[in-house]
Nanobody
Framework: VQLQASGGGLVQPGGSLRLSCGVSGSVFDVNAMGWYRQAPGKQRELVATITAYGTANYADSVKGRFTISRDNPKSTVYLQMNSLKPEDTAVYYC???????????????WGQGTQVTVSS
């Protein structure tokens, strides 16, 4: 099982980016999915999570600017980022709680990270 993130890049303050992260490999089901970020010299922090039923949760710093969504048949999670600020600059990691087999337990999987840089 692998998570593949894409969509990062360089954007000016006030701009927008959309991140995507898809699950590949054989899985039984995918539960909660989410995005985390890590800026240089800082700890990884939660950005947003979404349950399999679509209930979303956001860090206070991104509420009203970021929107998380998912496509369950495609096992893909998205992060629409609007009104980006320089302090949003970080490596963004996707995460998914996955059960690989019907008898297996749910485990967290991480994507490889995608760089988002907000700068003029």
């Amino acid at each position: 099982v692998q998570l593949q993130a894409s969509g990062g890049g360089l954007v000016q303050p006030g701009g927008s980016l959309r991140l995507s992260c898809g699950v590949s490999g054989s899985v039984f089901d995918v539960n909660a999915m989410g995005w985390y970020r890590q800026a240089p010299g800082k700890q990884r922090e939660l950005v947003a999570t979404i349950t399999a039923y679509g209930t979303a949760n956001y860090a206070d710093s991104v509420k009203g600017r970021f929107t998380i969504s998912r496509d369950n048949p495609k096992s893909t999670v998205y992060l629409q980022m609007n009104s980006l600020k320089p302090e949003d600059t970080a490596v963004y990691y996707c995460n998914a709680d996955i059960r690989e087999t019907i008898v297996g337990r749910t485990k967290p999987f991480w994507g490889q990270g995608t760089q988002v840089t907000v700068s003029s």
